[in-house]
């Protein structure tokens, strides 16, 4: 399974960016997708998952009401939309996936996932 993240850049705070995450060399419908982020001299923190539905997705704290997961099947490929972004969201974003039918909450935890994206850098200025 290969994932490639993309879309990151440089945007002022208040602003928007989405990041996207295409796979190949699997059955994306069977997938949960998620979303993680590291920024310098911290550790990897979970952002936000969908489940492979679509249906269900799950969020940090931090990003609750400003962030959004999503799915295009069709496409095979995950988005992570950022929206009233802060200098704090700066980071460097991972995209992860895993084969995952059960508990939602338990996408929160990056040990449970299978393979992983190159990351890509999201700079906020203040």
């Known amino acids: 399974v290969q994932l490639q993240a993309s879309g990151g850049g440089l945007v002022q705070a208040g602003g928007s960016l989405r990041l996207s995450c295409a796979v190949n060399?699997?059955?994306?419908?069977?997938?949960?997708m998620g979303w993680f982020r590291q920024a310098p001299g911290k550790e990897r923190e979970f952002v936000g998952a969908?489940?492979?539905?679509?249906?269900?997705?799950y969020y940090a704290d931090s990003v609750k009401g400003r962030f959004t997961v999503s799915r295009g099947n069709a496409q095979n490929t995950a988005y992570l939309q950022m929206n009233s972004m802060k200098p704090e969201d700066t980071a460097v974003y991972y995209c992860?996936?895993?084969?995952?039918?059960?508990?939602?909450?338990?996408?929160?935890?990056?040990?449970?996932?299978?393979?992983w994206g190159q990351g890509t850098q999201v700079t906020v200025s203040s």
């Open positions: 060399g699997y059955t994306f419908g069977t997938l949960a």
């Open positions: 969908v489940s492979w539905t679509g249906k269900e997705s």
């Open positions: 992860a996936t895993v084969s995952w039918f059960g508990e939602l909450a338990s996408l929160g935890s990056s040990d449970l996932y299978d393979y």
